[in-house]
């Protein structure tokens, strides 16, 4: 995860990337995962800023990928750091940057990883800023579970993912682009479909987010 702002960006550079933000768009909306598309209906627990909402009941999906220990401090980070915002949307991102801590990976469970800046099972970027995310939004040890999944509530939400059409930008800044960029678009895509799969929302099938 890189965090950090973008610069205003020229008129060229915008028609540059017309198309690619054209390629992200057809690929959202083949997932369904466009805002509007039934996403704020079908992951419950989504709402605004200090409002306290639904949380989902783990379906079938997620007490049979995400470890017992993990799913709890999901669903309590969810709850204690950002109610209006899903838990199965924590597990989510989770699931991508290190599939709850179980990637074989440098940076997972000490140092960097490949591209030396993040660390974690969260994958705070440490090396960013200053301040850096995890310095930010961390306490304790980007390592341990039990510290940086609350961090990650606490990002998710001071980027808006808890208000109305604030979802998709913040699980793409949590990645550290825009939704125009492709690689950021599958990101969001798979994140959304891991929460919809984990909350009992409209995917039954945790591998059709990763096919």
């Known amino acids: 995860m890189i965090g950090g702002g973008?610069?205003?960006?020229?008129?060229?550079?915008?028609?540059?990337?017309?198309?690619?933000?054209?390629?992200?768009?057809?690929?959202?909306?083949?997932l369904h995962m466009l805002p509007g598309q039934g996403e704020e209906s079908?992951?419950?627990?989504?709402?605004?800023?200090?409002?306290?909402?639904?949380?989902?009941?783990?379906?079938?999906?997620?007490?049979?990928?995400?470890?017992?220990a993990y799913l709890e401090l999901y669903q309590d980070a969810a709850k204690r750091r950002c109610p209006g915002l899903s838990w199965a949307i924590l597990a989510g991102v989770g699931k991508v940057e290190s599939n709850h801590g179980r990637a074989q990976l440098p940076g997972v469970?000490?140092?960097?990883?490949?591209?030396?800046?993040?660390?974690?099972?969260?994958?705070?970027?440490?090396?960013d800023g200053p301040p850096s995310t995890w310095a930010r939004y961390?306490?304790?040890?980007?390592?341990?579970?039990?510290?940086?999944?609350?961090?990650?509530?606490?990002?998710?939400?001071?980027?808006?993912?808890?208000?109305p059409g604030g979802l998709v930008p913040a699980i793409a800044g949590y990645y550290g682009k825009t939704i125009a960029n492709p690689p950021t678009a599958a990101y969001v895509a798979h994140v959304r479909c891991a929460a919809r799969a984990y909350g009992g929302g409209s995917v039954r099938d945790l591998t059709r987010c990763f096919a």
């Open 6 to 30: 973008y610069p205003q960006v020229s008129v060229r550079r915008k028609v540059q990337l017309a198309p690619w933000f054209v390629i992200a768009v057809v690929v959202l909306s083949g």
């Open 42 to 68: 079908a992951t419950p627990g989504q709402g605004g800023p200090g409002r306290v909402v639904r949380q989902p009941s783990p379906a079938a999906a997620a007490r049979a990928d995400i470890p017992a």
């Open 109 to 127: 469970r000490s140092g960097l990883n490949s591209a030396g800046c993040c660390a974690g099972p969260m994958q705070f970027n440490l090396t």
């Open 138 to 163: 961390g306490r304790g040890s980007p390592y341990d579970p039990a510290d940086a999944i609350p961090a990650t509530a606490r990002k998710l939400c001071a980027d808006g993912a808890a208000r």
